[in-house]
């Protein structure tokens, strides 16, 4: 197994309040994405880095802020929590390119009351 | 935009049947990729395909990848409940990164 955490794996919060989920990795790929995950909708990428400080956007981007300040972590910041967030997020990492496979972590299951 | 189609949405069938998933497009891809995901669990890459036509098989599992790139599928011989979960197929060679279907949710009752 991709050595992939995310934390927190659960976490509840009010609406309006600042959130930031974690992914570590161990593996030093290059890529990492932050998807979200809701009934209907599938797996959406929010977020993704293609290297240290390289970020891009994804699908549905709108009300979140990534960083990556070092290979092995990257930060998912929903600045100002709604509750259209409530939903699992999942990290992954891809070894060299954009396409190549993608391994996921365990996920952080978010609840915005 | 590339979209992937899954079919059957959900299925659900007794132990020790078959079953043909399936993973459609119009779009051409360089790879295609199926994950398993369990409840409460990340998805969980099963295999990847790459080349048209390529057939690759996992114990009682079989993958193909269509010949024109375009579709793949995803058979299951006899059926155990420990094949129970959401199937998802993603698709590679987009501009925006891998390309996910819905998933196909599989129930096999003892």
């Known amino acids: 197994d991709a050595g992939i955490t995310q934390s927190p794996r659960h976490k509840v919060t009010e609406t309006g309040t600042p959130v930031t989920l974690r992914c570590h990795q161990t593996?030093?790929?290059?890529?990492m994405y932050w998807y979200r995950q809701d009934p209907g909708h599938g797996l959406r990428l929010i977020h993704y880095?293609?290297?240290?400080?390289?970020?891009d956007k994804g699908e549905v981007s709108d009300g979140y802020s990534v960083s990556r300040s070092k290979t092995e972590d990257f930060l998912l910041t929903l600045e100002s929590a709604t509750s259209s967030q409530t939903s699992v997020y999942f990290c992954?990492?891809?070894?060299?390119?954009?396409?190549?496979?993608?391994?996921f972590g365990p996920g952080t299951r978010l609840t915005v009351l | 935009t590339q979209l992937l189609e899954q079919s059957p949405q959900f299925l659900s069938i007794q132990e020790g049947e078959n079953l043909t998933v399936y993973c459609n497009s119009s779009?051409?891809?360089?790879?295609l990729q199926w994950y398993r995901q369990e409840p409460g669990e990340g998805p969980v890459l099963l295999v990847t395909?790459?080349?048209?036509?390529e057939v690759k098989k996992l114990k009682r599992l079989t993958f193909q990848f269509g010949d024109a790139r375009k579709d793949s599928s995803l058979h299951i011989t006899a059926a155990q409940p420990g094949d129970t979960g959401l199937y998802l197929c993603?698709?590679?060679?987009?501009?925006?990164?891998?390309?996910f279907g819905k998933g196909t949710h599989l129930i096999i009752q003892p």
């Open positions: 880095s293609y290297g240290v400080k390289d970020t």
């Open positions: 593996e030093n790929h290059r890529y």
């Open positions: 993603a698709g590679g060679g987009g501009a925006d990164g891998l390309t």
């Open positions: 779009s051409v891809f360089s790879s």
């Open positions: 992954a990492i891809s070894e060299a390119q954009f396409t190549d496979t993608q391994y």
């Open positions: 395909v790459v080349t048209g036509g």
